[in-house]
């Protein structure tokens, strides 16, 4: 457990840390309206991880009957398993499980610049002292991300969701390897920051037993 049952992580940056079954942890939004890529993986078979896929299968058709989660929706693995569930949810349930963790590529794609910050690469560097690299990063649950499919299948994209100081609160159903990023998306879409009004920290509490 790291020292002072905390973690911080920098506004665009990430980070990763052990959550043992029974544990739970607060991602907290610090500052307002910041994304968290959250990605977990079984801390003693690496090849088991989260998935989103899954993740929706479950909480839809043997849960809540909703891809919105929340309080009771539970984290899948891609071997079906639990790892992690709601226990408080201050975002009441707005949370993305459509989309990848932005990267080196998109940012080439969308505004010609390679190297900007980015998730893919967060989490990457936050996973390598684990053994883990860049092929092993699942798809995310991308906390507080506020981005719902509209009829037309546009997405309404509007800032994220949490305010300062709220969080969400994650049970470990599994010893798991955890990596955050504190999401770099700095670009406006229709007018709009998603990460509203620029990219800030994200802290992690262990929560007393």
């Known amino acids: 457990m790291p020292e002072g049952k905390h973690v911080v992580i920098p506004a665009t940056e990430g980070a990763a840390f052990v959550v ?3 544990e739970t942890i607060k991602v907290i939004d610090v500052e307002e309206h910041q994304i968290g ?15 989103t896929g899954e993740t929706v299968n479950f909480n ?9 989660l929340t309080v009771g929706s539970k984290f899948y ?3 079906q398993n639990p790892m992690f569930e709601i226990v408080e949810d201050h975002a009441k ?30 989490l990457t560097h936050a996973v390598t002292p684990y053994g883990l690299g860049y092929l092993d990063i699942p ?5 507080f991300q506020n981005t719902r499919p509209r009829a037309d299948g546009t997405i309404d994209y509007q800032p994220a969701a949490a305010q300062a100081g709220e969080y969400i609160a994650l ?8 990596a955050i990023s504190a ?14 009004p620029r990219c800030t920290p994200l802290r992690v509490e262990f929560v007393p037993r």
């Open 37 to 51: 890529d959250f990605v977990c993986f079984n801390l003693h078979q690496s090849r088991e991880k989260l998935s």
């Open 183 to 196: 999401c770099p998306f700095d670009q406006e879409i229709d007018g709009k920051r998603i990460n509203h």
């Open 77 to 79: 693995s891609n071997l």
């Open 60 to 68: 839809s058709l043997a849960g809540s009957g909703s891809i919105h």
């Open 93 to 122: 349930g707005v949370h993305d499980l459509q989309f990848a963790p932005c990267s080196s590529a998109l940012y080439a794609a969308t505004v010609g610049d390679p190297t900007h910050r980015n998730c893919r690469d967060n």
């Open 20 to 22: 043992r079954r029974g």
């Open 171 to 178: 049970k470990a159903l599994m010893d798991c390897l955890v």
């Open 139 to 143: 798809d995310p649950v991308n906390l």
